[in-house]
Every structure is written in structure tokens, then in C-alpha cells.
């Protein structure tokens, strides 16, 4: 089984950025089984969502649409950590970011949907202040 752990999370003021990151333990054992990341949040009271997905294969990405714009996925060349640079934060986005692993991924809308992923990490923190 895929480990991921998140670091990266903190308070900022809005306007603000900062850099998640996910390091897959285990990953180099289970290349066969992982072929999508990405990065979705539970805000209190809220369901967990989508926010950016990245395919492992031919580096497609997707993001949900409040934040196009303003948040990047990406992979380092080894293949073993996956970032998510988040710009122009908003309060809105605060929640606990979780990073997620799939064996599958599936194109679109559907990459986000949270029943589709396979591993997740215990998340971490992210709040913005107004």
C-alpha cells in the first residue's frame, strides 16, 4: 500500500501562497499501482472535494473551478512527491488538504470525485485570514 504524507500547511493572510507538498513512501514498489495524484480538502461541516489532479502518464492535470488560476499541481522528476502551489489564497480555501493517490485516473469532473482514489495521507492544515 501506497504512505503518503503532507507537509506544507500553515496560516496565511489572503493574497498569500503557499506550497504543499506529499512525499509517496513506497511509491518506487507500487509504480504499476499508482497512475493519477491529487490533492483535495475537507473544510469544517463541508464534504471532502477534488481540488487538482495530476495523471502520472502523460501529466495532464485538472482542477476544480474556484481554483483555476490560482493553484498549480505538479510532480518532482523522480516521481515521488507531488506539490500543490497555491497563489492569491482566499478564506474560502481553508480546510485540511488531504493528498490522494489512484490507480485509476479518469478524465475530467470525474478525476475529482473523492470515491475514486485509492490512498490518501492524513492531511494537513490550511488557513486563510481575511
Known amino acids: 500500500q501506497v504512505q503518503l504524507v503532507e507537509s506544507g500547511g500553515g496560516s496565511v493572510q489572503a493574497g498569500g501562497s503557499l506550497r504543499l507538498s506529499c512525499t509517496a513512501w513506497g511509491y518506487t514498489y507500487s509504480v504499476n499501482s499508482v497512475n493519477c495524484m491529487g490533492w483535495f480538502r475537507q473544510a469544517p461541516g463541508k464534504e471532502r472535494e477534488g481540488v487538482a489532479t495530476f495523471s502520472t502518464g502523460d501529466s495532464s492535470t485538472h482542477y476544480t473551478d474556484s481554483v483555476k488560476g490560482r493553484f498549480t499541481i505538479s510532480q518532482d522528476n523522480a516521481k515521488k512527491k507531488v506539490y500543490l502551489q497555491m497563489n492569491s489564497l482566499k478564506p474560502e480555501d481553508t480546510a485540511m488538504y488531504y493528498c490522494?493517490?489512484?490507480?485509476?485516473?479518469?478524465?475530467?469532473?470525474?478525476?475529482?470525485?473523492?470515491?475514486?482514489?485509492?490512498?490518501w495521507g492524513q492531511g494537513t492544515q490550511v488557513t486563510v485570514s481575511s
Open positions: 490522494a493517490a489512484a490507480r485509476v485516473c479518469y478524465s475530467g469532473s470525474r478525476s475529482l470525485e473523492v470515491r475514486n482514489w485509492n490512498y
